[in-house]
């Protein structure tokens, strides 16, 4: 073999190289996929896996997922690969959030994380005290308690175990001296369901919580808050031919959903 092809030789095994790497390392879901009357277009999850949804799709990844494997279901598939970013130690929190009255109480954080994963879990707020213990490895719960409130105003803070955070917001105890509107106070939607959003108007001294009463309602933003805010919420396709219909209750107001059947 003369010079200039063994050049070309390597050239060529490098290229060769370089792709196989960029197709181990790049994620498969980088790639569009289509099924039925849609086109996927997933992208890579945050590291410590999670969530992609679109209402009426969602896609689930577990940490780190290290092998292809394919979720299928009526009109589609979804093949997975290799996630860049996986963090050493990879956690999630449930639940994200929680509200306390003025009155304090109890509250719990469910943490799940790998077995050898070590963790500490840190308070920015002095009204708020861990009653476990503040590091632990694995799969746990971190408990704590909220004081009363006796400032005159709701106020908030968030417990960060291992990088990831739970927002928590307490009411002063206004009652009618807060007032709530809405905006929009009624959406309908199509069998397959959708999206939307929800404006929330109220003074900046005024907590309030979002709860939806049905399951097919999913808050997907921040569902508490203190003053004016913004909630983001999905509805998902309605599997039955009868319309049906439910709520989400902000502040004692209500906003209605009903959604048509197939």
Not at 72 to 97: D, H, I, K, Q, R
Not at 214 to 227: D, M, Q
Request: charged share 10%; with cysteine.
């Amino acid at each position: 073999m003369n010079t200039r092809s063994k050049v070309s030789a390597r050239v060529l095994l490098l290229v060769a190289c370089t792709l196989v790497a960029t197709l181990i390392v790049a994620p498969s879901a980088f790639l569009q996929q289509q099924g039925g009357d849609f086109t996927l277009h997933p992208t890579v999850l945050t590291s410590g896996g999670g969530t992609s949804a679109s209402c009426t799709m969602r896609v689930e990844g577990s940490v780190g997922q290290p092998g292809l494997g394919t979720s299928s279901g009526p009109g589609f598939a979804v093949e997975s690969g290799f996630w860049p970013n996986t963090p050493t130690c990879p956690l999630a929190l449930t639940p994200s959030t929680q509200f306390f009255t003025t009155a304090g109480g109890s509250g719990s954080i469910n943490v799940s994380a790998s077995g050898s994963c070590g963790w500490t879990a840190l308070v920015n707020a002095d009204w708020i005290t861990l009653s476990s213990s503040d590091t632990g490895i694995g799969n746990d719960v971190v408990t704590f308690e909220v004081r009363e409130n006796f400032t005159g105003s709701p106020r908030q803070a968030s417990i960060n175990v291992g990088g990831f955070t739970q927002l928590i917001v307490q009411d002063a105890g206004l009652g009618d001296d807060c007032s709530y509107s809405i905006n929009p106070h009624f959406q309908s939607f199509a069998g397959n369901g959708g999206s939307g959003t929800i404006n929330v108007t109220t003074e900046e001294r005024c907590a309030w919580q979002a709860l939806a009463t049905t399951g097919w309602i999913t808050i997907t933003s921040t569902n508490l808050g203190v003053g004016n805010g913004t909630i983001s919420y999905c509805v998902t396709a309605n599997p039955g031919t009868s319309g049906r219909s439910g709520s989400v209750i902000i502040g004692g107001k209500i906003f209605s959903v009903k959604q048509k059947g197939h």
